[in-house]
C-alpha cells in the first residue's frame, strides 16, 4: 500500500471542531425520557462514492474515539477513554423521524440530544438537554435548535429556535465545499471564519471521501450524516477574521484515498498541535458489518 503525505507550511488554518453558540436564557428542565428504542430499519445517509465501489467504508477510529455499528451500518457508540477516569460514551438509537444521542460518563448523564429529521433524513429540528453541575447539584437545561438548507441540500445555517442570537451560517463554492462559517454572536454582529482547499505547492486538491462534520454542526455531533450534503475536499486553510494567526493541517492518505493522519500545525511558528489517526472498517455493499 502506497501512502501520500501531503504537508502545507505556508497556509492558515483554523480548526474544524469550532463548538456551537447559543445566547439564550437556559432554563432548568426536566430529563428527556430515556426510553427511545432502536426501530427504524433504513440506513441514514451513504458511505458509497461510486457504484463501481464494491465496499462501504465505516469509520471506527477518530483519534482516541471507537466508534462501533451495528448489523444495519448504522452508528450505535462512539467510546472516548479519560485518563484517570471512566470513558465518555455517546450511544444511538433510531426511531422513526428521530435519533436520539445520549453521552454519558459512567451513570452520569452529560447530554441528551434528540435529532427531528425531514423527510430526506436530514436534521430539522434537535432538542439537546445539557446536566451541569453546580456545587455537586446536577441542573438541566434545555436548549432547541432549528436547522435550513438550501435549495441544493446544503446546510443554510442553524440557530437557536427561541432567540435570533446563537447559531452558524455557511457559504459554499461551485463544488459544493464551506469556504464560509459565520458564528452570529449577537444581534447585528458575527465572527467569521473563512476555509480554503487549495494546497500550497501546486499540489492537487485532495477527495475528502469520509467527511465528518463542520465547524459548528460537530458539537451537536460529529458523525451523522444527516446535516445536509456534505463537502468533497479536504481543508487545507482556515482563518478567523481579525486574527493573523491559524491553522494549517497535513494528510496521509491510504491506496484508496481515505485519510489514516491528520496533523494540525499553527500557523505562526508552524508548532504541531495535534496528531489524529483514522481507521476503517469495510464490507460488502449490502452485506452485513
Known sequence: ????????????????????????????????????????????????????????????????????????????????????????????????????AFTHQGKVKLRDETFMLDASGRCKESAEVITVVNNNVPLTYLREWKFTYNEKGQLLNFQ?????????????????????????????????????????????????????????????????????KPGKHLVTLVTKQGSLDGDYYSYVLDADGYVTQRKQYKLIGSSLVDTKSYAYVTANIGMPF
Open 1 to 100: 500500500m502506497l501512502n501520500k503525505t501531503h504537508f502545507f507550511k505556508s497556509t492558515l488554518f483554523i480548526t474544524l471542531a469550532i463548538g456551537s453558540f447559543a445566547c439564550q436564557n437556559d432554563n432548568p428542565v426536566d430529563p428527556m425520557p430515556t426510553d427511545a428504542a432502536s426501530a427504524a430499519t433504513a440506513r441514514i445517509g451513504s458511505d458509497v462514492d461510486s457504484p463501481n465501489f464494491p465496499q462501504v467504508h465505516k469509520l471506527t477510529k477518530h483519534g482516541q474515539a471507537t466508534l462501533t455499528y451495528n448489523n444495519d451500518g448504522r452508528l450505535m457508540n462512539v467510546t472516548t477513554p479519560v485518563r484517570g477516569s471512566l470513558a465518555i460514551q455517546t450511544d444511538y438509537t433510531y426511531s422513526p423521524g428521530k435519533i436520539r
Open 160 to 228: 437557536n429556535k427561541n432567540s435570533c442570537v446563537g447559531g452558524f451560517g455557511y457559504g459554499y463554492n461551485a463544488d459544493g465545499d464551506v469556504t464560509s462559517v459565520s458564528e452570529f454572536t449577537g444581534i447585528g454582529s458575527s465572527d467569521n471564519t473563512k476555509i480554503g482547499y487549495t494546497p500550497a505547492g501546486g499540489d492537487p486538491i485532495m477527495n475528502d471521501k469520509y467527511p465528518l462534520n463542520v465547524l459548528g454542526v460537530n458539537e451537536h455531533d460529529a458523525y451523522l450524516r444527516i446535516f445536509g
